[in-house]
């Protein structure tokens, strides 16, 4: 699904009290163990000179996040690591009926992030010498992409993964009943990927193979079938055997057709996407057979915190891949490498990750290219996807910091 851009809890004493004041529940932590615990921060600190106090850790962020909440978003969590110390921060609601806050823990969906594992399972492939990027789709997946003026002997593996490849986005297709209510009556429908091959092949390609950024979810479903093809092995095997398994990533899983989240998670709320007023509908439980490796991946802060640092410094791919991965081309905007974006920041900070966005929710994945500051980001809501500006305030608050 395309990556919207990216998007503070409040505690008191009731639920009534914790809504009206936002106070952030936060803690610098300092180990992955509590990582997984935030306390509520006290007001006080050590006065500074001159007899005023400093501000709290990550004050900007946090202020941030309280205004995301204010602009509509019903909970913010936010989980940050510098150096060695780690932070969480909350604010609104994971769950609008019972009141409960996010929590660090809590599980939750990651859309177009799922990306960046994908193409670092076919850049670990290129490593082994078992693919070239430069190989067409056509040596692959001979006869797959064809209709309408696809042609997979001109697309080649690279131009699928930094989407430049021009096939058409899946997603678009009315038969996917993606924007509006009508996707409340199809949100349980499973699809395979050869039918979403076929809606995609039936219309014409946006785009000549190289000629352009265009943004296609259809390019992951290749990269995925060309994994399955080179390895003999599921995409989802090797997600495991490669990725998840070794970085130790428990809360990270590859739902199939699964609907619910495991626990502990929030809700997800929608408005956009299904087209409805504030304050939109529950759409935490869908089928998300549709996104399989473009968009279904669900994580958790610690764990996206962890792939990130070893992508990053080069524990998961050797130093020539990772340069393949940082190539970059822009969408006017930001600058797109393999499953991998580059986003700049207002005071010209380079952050490496990626976006991730859906019904109910915005996720942010982002880091410093040396992994030594990390950032992630999860609204449950797409109410603030259209305007695209409240994630990006909150990783300026963090990467930006304003004396």
Known sequence: MPPPTPASRATSTSRAASRAAGTVRAAVLTSAAAFLATTL??????????????????????????????????????????????????????DRRTGRPPHPADHFRVGSITKTFTATLVLLLAAEGRLALED??????????????????????????????????????????????????????????????????????????????????????????????????????ELHRRILGPLRLKGTVSPGTRETLPQPSGRAYSTEQVQLPPPGVDVTEFNPSALRASGELVSTGEDLHRFYHALLTGRLLPRDQLRE???????????????????????????????????????????????????????????????????????????????
């Not at 050869?194 to 992951?220: D, E, I, K, R």
């Open 136 to 237: 067409t789709v056509e040596r692959w997946l001979p006869g797959v992409v064809r209709g309408n003026g696809h042609d997979g002997r001109r697309i080649t593996i690279r131009q699928l993964l930094n989407h430049t490849s021009g096939v058409y986005n899946y997603l678009n297709d009315p038969a996917l009943h993606q924007i509006g209510v009508t996707w409340l009556r199809h949100r349980h429908d499973t699809w395979t990927t050869p039918q979403l091959l076929a809606v995609a092949f039936s219309q014409p390609p946006p785009a000549a193979p190289g000629q352009a950024y265009v943004y296609s979810n259809t390019n992951y479903l290749l990269a995925a079938l060309i994994v399955e093809k080179v390895t003999g092995n599921t995409y989802e095997h």
């Open 41 to 94: 921060l006290a007001t006080t600190s050590t006065a500074a000179p001159g007899g005023g106090h400093p501000p709290p850790p990550h004050a900007a962020t946090r202020a941030a996040m309280e205004q995301a909440v204010a602009r509509g978003a019903p909970g913010v969590l936010v989980t940050v690591t510098h150096g060695t110390r780690r932070w969480a921060g909350t604010a609104g609601v994971a």
């Open 325 to 403: 991965m940082t190539t970059t081309v822009s969408d006017g905007t930001d600058d797109h490498g393999l499953g991998l974006t580059r986003i700049t920041t207002s005071c010209g900070t380079a952050l490496w990750g990626q976006r991730g966005g859906g019904y109910g929710f915005e996720a942010l994945a982002v880091s410093t290219r040396e992994g030594d500051h990390r950032m992630t980001v999860y609204l449950n809501t797409d109410a603030l996807a259209v305007e695209s500006t409240a994630v990006r305030d909150i990783v300026d608050a963090e990467f930006c910091p304003r004396p």
